[in-house]
């Protein structure tokens, strides 16, 4: 069982919005708090933001004001909401899960308790 299922990636054009869902187990979802990171093509993993279970976030300094991270706790299921993409907002984008305290910030993936199989984001000018 995939314990993080992301969807709703896709090739827009600079300028559009795209929503970005993840589909979670209850394993990975109750209480935990919930990560989007991005793998820009040939570039090492960042974090886009974070959601946590009482709704605190936080976002990279790139996405703020363009980029939301929201939860629907009855559904399991975690968004972002990406407006005005930029052509350097393509990226290979993971949705994360995790228990602990991060032991350093940024967190990386290995941080990471559970992890989803990544949805394309493409952005032309």
């Known amino acids: 069982q995939e314990e993080l299922v992301e969807s709703g990636g896709g090739a827009v054009q600079a300028g559009d919005s795209l929503r970005l869902s993840c589909a979670a187990s209850?394993?990975?979802?109750?209480?935990?708090?919930m990560y989007w990171f991005r793998q820009p093509p040939g570039k090492e993993y960042e974090i886009v933001g974070r959601?946590?279970?009482?709704?605190?976030?936080w976002y990279t300094d790139s996405v703020k004001g363009r980029f939301t991270i929201s939860r629907d706790k009855t559904k399991n299921v975690v968004y972002l909401q990406m407006t005005n993409l930029k052509p350097e907002d393509t990226a290979l984008y993971y949705c994360?899960?995790?228990?602990?305290?991060?032991?350093?910030?940024?967190?990386?993936?290995?941080?990471?308790?559970?992890w989803g199989q990544g949805t394309q984001v493409t952005v032309s000018s």
């Open positions: 209850e394993r990975s979802f109750s209480g935990a708090t």
């Open positions: 994360a899960a995790d228990y602990g305290v991060p032991s350093s910030w940024p967190p990386g993936p290995n941080d990471m308790d559970y």
């Open positions: 959601l946590t279970w009482s709704a605190e976030t």
